[in-house]
Structures are given as structure tokens and as C-alpha cells.
């Protein structure tokens, strides 16, 4: 936790120590982004990846959105109302709205795109996130009332990320199934093309609400997967703004002329999924042995060269539902070896973890290796690439899967849908009545001292049954050259570039 609070106290250091030069905003140009990997769809609806989300928030407009603080700001709704208990919300929304089609944006497709995410037919990952909507009106062009079926915190949360983002119907009902690679929003850039493994590119969208934005003409993504490669290219000039930097690489950054970093805690979490219908980890005890096995202080000091922070949960300590006082995390060889026993394979066993091809990603599944190997169990290792390791987790061709979660606001975000029963990203296939019944009650508590025990409880049952063995929550870092103007670092990790602009004066 040190280590952590002093990674905070960093960053507010560097941030302070580079004050913003008043610049006069330009207009036009090219910001070239460096992405640790390649978009995999361009339908919010469908989406599963967190790279996808960067993409996103430049062409698709939600309804609402987050402040650098978390706070819900207007975004597509220029209002809202909370009534009857909780239950009912009262969108107005802003007048004017184009979808990059030409197309209106009314209450009529607010209603539609909700109909769509809550389509069983769709198999959207969003029907999870806004299960507890029953029914969605339309009051009149600008104003829609969305009733719940019961009181649920974190709904706005949910709509500052792919649940609130508005596609078009026109462009949904003409390209269907291949709207993915055909995507229309609402938002400051309109999409361009899409050439896979290579790069995204978007252009200014002229008839955008925000009057006088975005200032740049265009944003091209670049998928390059080893993070010191992306480095090097943005320290020649290749790339203009970088997302996700290996932590050995900090420090050099921050001593690189002519290059800025911001340096913040996340939502992130960082873990190995283990499928608990796949044997050995149909076992509750071996999945405990694989629990009590792991160091995760060492997998902090030594793959994130003891940055951000070790993870025995969903929740970082970002987050106010994180339970501090939870102890029962740390490496014990000799409960590993009780719980061997009591799952009937004293004397270890094997089995074959699947992981991103990544050189931080590599590093910590060697080192979870090697302290399981000290207690007889073989861990074999099998890389993939982002798009393949991503398709087995959704098609659950696993017996363990290592993947991180980029977070969301609210910590229903980060635990209802993998560890509720019919969570939307449930790809364990977990399932605990009582893990249903306390993130259900959670859900619906708006008191957030209540909400915190609740959560402790999910927390301390999430480690009895370890559906999951969390390892890590990641620092956000982003790169970006002096000449870009005007960015905001978010601790949602996501690069907004509507207000961004460049001086190379």
C-alpha cells in the first residue's frame, strides 16, 4: 500500500511540476495515438475489449460522462431527473444532435438503442450492465424516462460507458451484422477506416454539437503491442500520445526532453480467471490452493517494478469499496499444501494458463510459475495474441485465462458481471446464491457506507470460493509529446480528444 500512495503523491508531484503554458488553440492536424492492441469491434454493443473503449469516446457520444473526479457531467443529456423512489430516471435531452449520418438524434433512438443492448438475440454484454431497466418511454422528441425494476446505484455510472453510447439505428439497419466495421456516432470524430493490425483512422466531424470542437482534423490509432517498441516511437516522433507504458520505463520518460507523462491510480485490476466448470478448478480447494500459492507483492515489485498496487479483489484502492482490513490474501505455503490435500491432489497437479503475448503480461505468469512449482503444481504457459486470447475467454476455451479489467466508476462495475451468476462477463461460470444475493442488495443501497460493507462481504467470499486469483492493480500512464495541448488525464484510462489541440510552433 506504500507503494501506492506513493505513486499518488508522484503524481501529483510531476503534474504540479509542469505547469500548463497558456497557448493559443489551433485548429487542424493529425495526433497519432500508440495502442497496446488492436481494436476489436466498433459496436459498443458488443464490445468486450477495454482498447475498444479508446476508440469510442471520439466517435460515439453517451449520455453522460465522468469528470476527472468521477462526478456524472451532461453529456447527451443535457439533464436528468431521479423519481419515484429511484426507480425512475428523466433524460431531456439536447436539441440539435447529429448522428455522423445526418440522422437525428431523439428520444425515439434513445429508446431504440436501449431495445437493442437488451435484445437476447444480440448477446450484448451491455444487457448485463442495464439488466434492472424495465422499460424505457418516449415523453416527446427530447425527453425519454427510463423505469427500473428496482433501485440501482450505479445506473448513471453504467451509462458514462458503452451502455450510454448512442449508435445510429439508420446505419444499424443498413450495414446489420457488418455495422462493426461501419460504426456512426454522435460524437467529435466520425470514422474513416478501420485496416487491421496496422491503424484506425478518424477525421473531424463538422457538424458536431460542442460549438468550435474538436480543434483536430484527424486521429489515427496504431496498434503496437510491446510497450518499449510504442515507447521508442514515441520518443522519435512517431507517435504523438501513447497509451500504457512498461513501468521500467517511467522514470526515462519523465527525464525525456520534450515529452510529458501523467502518472495516476486507475481502475484497473489485473488477474488469472480460473473455470470453475474445467477440472481441476471445479475443485474449490484447488482453486484456494492456487490462492494461497501466489505472492502478489512480489508480482508487484518485480513485473510492475513496484508500481501501482497488489490485488486480492475487484476493487483497487481508487476505489472506496476496497476492504483494507482484508489480510487473508497474502502467499501461505502451508495453507496452499492443507488445501492441495483437502482437493485430494497432495502431491500438486498441472494445468495450462492461457495469456497475452506481452512482455510485463509473460513476467508475471513466470513468476506466479515459479511459486506454484514450489509446491508441485505445473503451470504451463500458452501466449496468444489480444484477439485470440479474447475469443477463448468469451467462447470459455480455458481451463485459466490470464486478463485485466480496465474498470469502471462504481464498484458494481468491477464485480457484478464477473461475479454475479448471470453476470455479463461471467466467462468462469461462476455461481454462489449468496455472491448473487450481496451484489444484488448492493446494487440497490444507495447509502454508500452500506454499500462498503456489502462489499467487504463480496470481497471476503470472492477469496473463500476464488473464482478468480487477482493479482495486481495497474497505474495509469499515459505519454504524450509537449506539443499536444489541451489533454486530460482521466482515471477511467480513456483519451477523450475533442478539446485536444497541437502547437509545434
Given at each position: 500500500m506504500k507503494g501506492w500512495v506513493r505513486l499518488v503523491a508522484l503524481a501529483v508531484v510531476v503534474l504540479a511540476a509542469v505547469p500548463a503554458t497558456v497557448v493559443a488553440q489551433?485548429?487542424?492536424?493529425?495526433?497519432?495515438?500508440g495502442m497496446d492492441a488492436d481494436t476489436t469491434t466498433m459496436d459498443p454493443h458488443r464490445s468486450t475489449a477495454a482498447v475498444d473503449r479508446q476508440v469510442y469516446n471520439n466517435v460515439y457520444g453517451k449520455l453522460v460522462d465522468i469528470d476527472a473526479r468521477f462526478g456524472i457531467v451532461p453529456q447527451l443529456a443535457q439533464s436528468w431527473e431521479i423519481k419515484g423512489g429511484g426507480l425512475v430516471y428523466v433524460f431531456k435531452l439536447?436539441?440539435?444532435?447529429?448522428?455522423?449520418?445526418?440522422?437525428?438524434?431523439?428520444?425515439?433512438?434513445?429508446?431504440?438503442?436501449?431495445d437493442r443492448m437488451r435484445d437476447p438475440a444480440l448477446a450484448s454484454a451491455r444487457r448485463s450492465e442495464i439488466a434492472p431497466v424495465k422499460d424505457v418511454k418516449v415523453v416527446d422528441p427530447l425527453t425519454v424516462e427510463i423505469t427500473l425494476s428496482?433501485?440501482?446505484?450505479?445506473?448513471?455510472?453504467?451509462?458514462?460507458?458503452r451502455a450510454g453510447m448512442m449508435v445510429s439505428r439508420a446505419a444499424v439497419e443498413k450495414y446489420k451484422d457488418d455495422f462493426a466495421r461501419n460504426p456512426v456516432g454522435t460524437g467529435p470524430f466520425r470514422?474513416?477506416?478501420?485496416?487491421?493490425?496496422?491503424?484506425?483512422?478518424?477525421?473531424?466531424?463538422?457538424?458536431?454539437?460542442?460549438?468550435?470542437?474538436?480543434?483536430?482534423?484527424?486521429?489515427?490509432?496504431?496498434?503496437?503491442?510491446?510497450?518499449?517498441?510504442?515507447?521508442?516511437?514515441?520518443?522519435?516522433?512517431?507517435?504523438?500520445?501513447?497509451?500504457?507504458?512498461h513501468p521500467k520505463d517511467v522514470g526515462t520518460a519523465k527525464a525525456e526532453?520534450?515529452?510529458?507523462?501523467?502518472?495516476?491510480?486507475?481502475l484497473w485490476w489485473q488477474g488469472l480467471h480460473l473455470n470453475n466448470q474445467v477440472a481441476p478448478f471445479t475443485n474449490k480447494a484447488?482453486?484456494?490452493?492456487?490462492?494461497?500459492?501466489?505472492?502478489?507483492?512480489?508480482?508487484?515489485?518485480?513485473?510492475?517494478?513496484?508500481?501501482?498496487?497488489p490485488a486480492w479483489g475487484p476493487f483497487p484502492p481508487s476505489m472506496w469499496a476496497q476492504d483494507r482490513d482484508f489480510t487473508d490474501w497474502k502467499r501461505d505455503p502451508v495453507k496452499a499444501k492443507a488445501k492441495l490435500a483437502d482437493g485430494g491432489m497432495p502431491n500438486g497437479f498441472a494445468f495450462t494458463v492461457k495469456g497475452w503475448n506481452q512482455p510485463i503480461q509473460i513476467q508475471e505468469l513466470q513468476i506466479v510459475q515459479?511459486?506454484?512449482?514450489?509446491?508441485?503444481?505445473?503451470?504451463?504457459?500458452?501466449?496468444?495474441?489480444?484477439?485470440?486470447?479474447?475469443?477463448?475467454?468469451?467462447?470459455?476455451?480455458?481451463?485459466?485465462?490470464?486478463?485485466?479489467?480496465?474498470?469502471?466508476?462504481?464498484?458494481?462495475?468491477?464485480?457484478?458481471?464477473?461475479?454475479?451468476?448471470?453476470?455479463?462477463?461471467?466467462?468462469?461460470?461462476?455461481?454462489?446464491?449468496?455472491?448473487?444475493?450481496?451484489?444484488?442488495?448492493?446494487?440497490?443501497?444507495?447509502?454508500?457506507?452500506?454499500?462498503?460493507?456489502?462489499?467487504?462481504?463480496?470481497?471476503?467470499?470472492?477469496?473463500?470460493?476464488?473464482?478468480?486469483?487477482?493479482?495486481?492493480?495497474?497505474?495509469?500512464?499515459?505519454?504524450?509529446?509537449?506539443?499536444?495541448?489541451?489533454?486530460?488525464?482521466?482515471?477511467?484510462?480513456?483519451?477523450?480528444?475533442?478539446?485536444?489541440?497541437?502547437?509545434?510552433?
Amino acid at each position: 500500500m506504500k507503494g501506492w500512495v506513493r505513486l499518488v503523491a508522484l503524481a501529483v508531484v510531476v503534474l504540479a511540476a509542469v505547469p500548463a503554458t497558456v497557448v493559443a488553440q489551433t485548429r487542424g492536424g493529425s495526433i497519432r495515438i500508440g495502442m497496446d492492441a488492436d481494436t476489436t469491434t466498433m459496436d459498443p454493443h458488443r464490445s468486450t475489449a477495454a482498447v475498444d473503449r479508446q476508440v469510442y469516446n471520439n466517435v460515439y457520444g453517451k449520455l453522460v460522462d465522468i469528470d476527472a473526479r468521477f462526478g456524472i457531467v451532461p453529456q447527451l443529456a443535457q439533464s436528468w431527473e431521479i423519481k419515484g423512489g429511484g426507480l425512475v430516471y428523466v433524460f431531456k435531452l439536447r436539441r440539435g444532435v447529429k448522428f455522423h449520418d445526418g440522422t437525428d438524434f431523439t428520444a425515439e433512438i434513445v429508446k431504440w438503442n436501449f431495445d437493442r443492448m437488451r435484445d437476447p438475440a444480440l448477446a450484448s454484454a451491455r444487457r448485463s450492465e442495464i439488466a434492472p431497466v424495465k422499460d424505457v418511454k418516449v415523453v416527446d422528441p427530447l425527453t425519454v424516462e427510463i423505469t427500473l425494476s428496482a433501485p440501482f446505484a450505479p445506473f448513471l455510472s453504467v451509462l458514462t460507458d458503452r451502455a450510454g453510447m448512442m449508435v445510429s439505428r439508420a446505419a444499424v439497419e443498413k450495414y446489420k451484422d457488418d455495422f462493426a466495421r461501419n460504426p456512426v456516432g454522435t460524437g467529435p470524430f466520425r470514422f474513416v477506416e478501420w485496416v487491421k493490425d496496422d491503424h484506425l483512422t478518424l477525421k473531424r466531424f463538422d457538424g458536431y454539437w460542442e460549438s468550435g470542437l474538436p480543434h483536430l482534423d484527424e486521429a489515427v490509432y496504431r496498434p503496437i503491442p510491446d510497450s518499449s517498441v510504442r515507447f521508442t516511437a514515441m520518443r522519435t516522433g512517431q507517435i504523438d500520445i501513447m497509451h500504457q507504458i512498461h513501468p521500467k520505463d517511467v522514470g526515462t520518460a519523465k527525464a525525456e526532453r520534450g515529452v510529458k507523462v501523467s502518472e495516476i491510480a486507475s481502475l484497473w485490476w489485473q488477474g488469472l480467471h480460473l473455470n470453475n466448470q474445467v477440472a481441476p478448478f471445479t475443485n474449490k480447494a484447488i482453486r484456494q490452493a492456487v490462492w494461497y500459492a501466489v505472492d502478489r507483492n512480489v508480482v508487484q515489485r518485480v513485473a510492475y517494478f513496484g508500481s501501482g498496487a497488489p490485488a486480492w479483489g475487484p476493487f483497487p484502492p481508487s476505489m472506496w469499496a476496497q476492504d483494507r482490513d482484508f489480510t487473508d490474501w497474502k502467499r501461505d505455503p502451508v495453507k496452499a499444501k492443507a488445501k492441495l490435500a483437502d482437493g485430494g491432489m497432495p502431491n500438486g497437479f498441472a494445468f495450462t494458463v492461457k495469456g497475452w503475448n506481452q512482455p510485463i503480461q509473460i513476467q508475471e505468469l513466470q513468476i506466479v510459475q515459479a511459486q506454484l512449482k514450489e509446491l508441485g503444481v505445473d503451470m504451463k504457459i500458452e501466449l496468444l495474441e489480444f484477439g485470440a486470447l479474447l475469443a477463448d475467454l468469451n467462447s470459455h476455451n480455458f481451463v485459466a485465462l490470464r486478463i485485466g479489467w480496465s474498470g469502471r466508476p462504481d464498484p458494481d462495475g468491477n464485480a457484478h458481471v464477473f461475479l454475479h451468476s448471470k453476470g455479463g462477463l461471467n466467462r468462469v461460470r461462476y455461481s454462489n446464491s449468496r455472491m448473487d444475493e450481496l451484489l444484488d442488495q448492493a446494487r440497490s443501497e444507495a447509502d454508500q457506507a452500506k454499500r462498503k460493507v456489502l462489499y467487504a462481504q463480496v470481497t471476503r467470499l470472492a477469496a473463500e470460493d476464488a473464482p478468480y486469483i487477482w493479482l495486481h492493480h495497474d497505474a495509469e500512464v499515459k505519454v504524450w509529446a509537449e506539443h499536444v495541448k489541451g489533454f486530460e488525464h482521466i482515471s477511467d484510462g480513456m483519451m477523450r480528444f475533442k478539446g485536444v489541440w497541437l502547437d509545434k510552433r
